[in-house]
C-alpha cells in the first residue's frame, strides 16, 4: 500500500463519514420541515 | 449547499458551509503538500493529521455533553439537554473516525492494528461511552426522565474516562509492545508540521461546530414539531 | 398545610401551575376534575415524591423543600398499587416500614403493628406472604403502611377508583375515623363520591385551580 | 416567622436526629430487606451458583487439570465470571423496584437517597461475594493452582474490586430502571464505566498468582481505591436527580 493509496484512503474515510452523516441530517430536516409546515397550516 | 441552512434562512447562515468548506480545503492541501515529509516515517505519517483532530473532537464533543449534562441537571432547561445529546451523537461519528484512522495509523507505524496502546484503547471505551449513552437515550419515552437519566449518565462516563485512561498506561507499562519506537513523533521539530496540524484541528473544529449547530436545529425542529403536534391534539 | 402558587413543569408544558390552596388540620380535602388535569402531580408533589419547578408548599410548618425529612415523617401516602413486597410477609412489610420511619425498638414495632392490624380486623392475616392475599387485603395492609407511624396528613392518589359499592362504604368510615386525629387530602375524578366525602373540594382544570368551594353549596 | 410546631411523641418514637447513624439504619434496612427479599425466592442465588460452576468447568475443560502456564489465565479465568454475576445482580437492585412501584415507597421514606443508593450497592456487593465465594475456591480446585501469596492480600484486591463492580451496578441498575429494555440496556451502561476498575483487579490478580507483595501491586489498589473515591462523590450528588424528577 503505497503511502499515497494510504492517505487517499484515510481522508476518503474522513470524508465519507462525514457526507454519510450530513445526507442522514440532510434528509431528516426535509421530513421534519414538511411535517412542521403541513402542521402549520 | 444550500440544503443546510434553510431552517434558518438568514443569508448569515449561507456563509458558514462556505467559510468551513475552504479552511478544510486548505488543511487538506497543507497535509497533503506541504508539510514536509517526517525524517523516520516519511509521508506515511501524514496519516496524523487527520486522525489526531478527530480524536481531540471525539474528546471535547465528550466534554460538551459533560458540561451541558451538568448544566441541565441545574436549569432543567431542555437545551442543555439538545446539546448533551447532539454533541454525543457527532462525538460518536468522529470517534469511529479516529478508531478506524488510528486504526490504520498503527499499522503503517508498527505494523499492526490494534497494539493496546493506553490511548487506543482509551479511544475504544469512550466509543463504548458514546455507544451506551445513545442507545441509552433511545430507550427511554419519556423526554423528561430521558433528558435528566441521560444527563447523570453523561457525568458519570464522562470520569469514568480518565481512569480507564491511566489503568491502560498502567497495563501498558506492564505488557511493553517490542514494536512501540522510540517517540511517536517529533512534532515540535519540524514548525511546518506544527502548522499543518494546528490548520488541520481548526479546520475540523469548525467542522464539528457547524455539524453540532445544525444537529442541535434539528432536534429543535422535532421538539417544535412534537409540541404543534401535543397543541392539536389537545 | 398550605401551597402558594405552586407549579410543575416539563420544558414549557405546565403539569400544574400556580396552585394556592390551604387545608386545615382534621379537615378531609377533595381535589376534582378531569383527568390529566393535574390531580396526580399535585398529590405526587406534596408526598415529596416528585419536586416541584416552582413555588413553595408547607406542611405543619416544615417547607417541602428544605425540611424534607420532617415533612416525611408526617405524611401517609396511598397510591393505586400497594407498596409492599409480595414476597415479603404483612409483619416484615410493616416493620421494614416502621423502621425506615425511624422506630427502633423491637417491642414498640411488635405492638405498633397488633393495634394497627387489630383496628382494621384483620390480625390473624399478619404473618402471611402479602402476594397470598386478596386485593381487599393487600389494600387494608396497604393503607395500615401509609397510617403506620401515625402521619398528620394522609395523601390518597383516587383511592375511590375501582371500589364496588361495598369498599367505597368501607374507606369512607375509614375516612372519617381517621379524620379526628389526621388531615385527608385526596384525589378523585367522580364528582358524586368527591362531594359526598370531603369537606372542602378543589377543582382543577389543566393545571390551575378553578375553583375551590365548601362540599353541599 | 410562624414557630414550628414540635413532631409530637407518639409512641415511643425513637427518632434518632444524629444524620450518621441515620444513614447506616436506612441502608442497613433497605439491605437487609433486599436479603431478606431474595432468600425468600433465592432463584438468584441458584442462577449464580450455576453460573459460577459452568464456568469454572468450561474453563477446566479448556486448560485440564495440570496445565503448566494456568497461572496466566487466572486473573481472566475468575473476574469474567464474577463481571457476569454482577451484570446479573445489577438488574435486580432498583429495577425489580420500579417494576413493582415499591420505588415510590422508597421515595416517600424519611431516608436519604444515598441510604438507598448504599443498601442496594452492599446488597449487589454480597451478591457478587457470594459468586466470588463460589468461584475462586472451586476454581483453584478443578484446575489445582493456588495464590503464591498471602491470602489476605488476595481477599483485599477482590473485595476492593467487586466493591468497585458493585457501585457501578447499584447506579446502572438505577438508571436502567426508566429504560424500556432492561436487560440489554445494562451492559450497554456498564461497559462504559468498568474498564477503570477491572483493568487494575485483573493486573493485580495476575500478579497475585505468580506471588506478589504488597507494594508490587501497589499502583493497581491506588487506581482501584481513586476509582471508588470518585465514583461515590460523584454519586453522592448525582443520585438525587436520579430518583427524584
Known sequence: ?41 | MNMFYMIKGENMKKIYPIIIFLVNLAALYMIFLWAPPERTLGDSYRVFFIHTPSAWISYLAFTITFVSSILYLKTRNFKWDLYASSSALLGLLFCIIAIITGAIWAKVAWGLYWNWDPRQTTTLVLMLAYLGYVSFRMAINDKEQRARVSSVLGILAFISIPLSYLSTIIWATIHPMPLIPTSKLQIGVEPAILQTLLTSTFAVTLLFLWMLYITVEMYRTIDTVESVKMENVK | MKTSNLSKSYGDIFAIRDVSIEINQGEIFGLMGPNGAGKSTLIRILSTLTKSSSGEASIFGYNLRKDQRQVKKLIGIVLHHNLLYDELTAKENLSYYLRLYGFRNKETIEKIIFEKTSQFNIVDRVEDQIGTLSSGQRKRFDIIRATIHNPKLLLLDEPFSGLDRQGIAQLKDFFNSTKKNSTILFSTHNQQIGEEVSDRIATLEKGRIIETKTSGD | MKPKPQVTKTMEDEVSHNQITNFFNDAWQILLKDLRLELRRKYEIYSIIILALISNLSFGFALGPSNPNVTDFISGMLWVPILFIGMLGFTTGFVREMDRGSIEGLRAAPISPQAILAGKTVYIFLLMCGGAIIIIPSSMAILNYSFHSNGFLVLLVVALGILNIAVIGSIVSALAMYSQSRALIIPALSMPLLPGTIIPSILATGKLAVGADINSILPELQINLAFLLLMIATLWITFEYVLYD
Not at chain 1, 12 to 25: G, K, Q
Open chain 1, 1 to 41: 500500500m503505497t503511502t499515497l493509496e494510504l492517505l487517499f484512503t484515510v481522508s476518503a474515510i474522513f470524508w465519507v463519514l462525514i457526507f454519510l452523516y450530513l445526507t442522514w441530517l440532510h434528509r431528516k430536516i426535509m421530513k421534519i420541515s414538511k411535517k412542521l409546515n403541513k402542521l402549520k397550516v
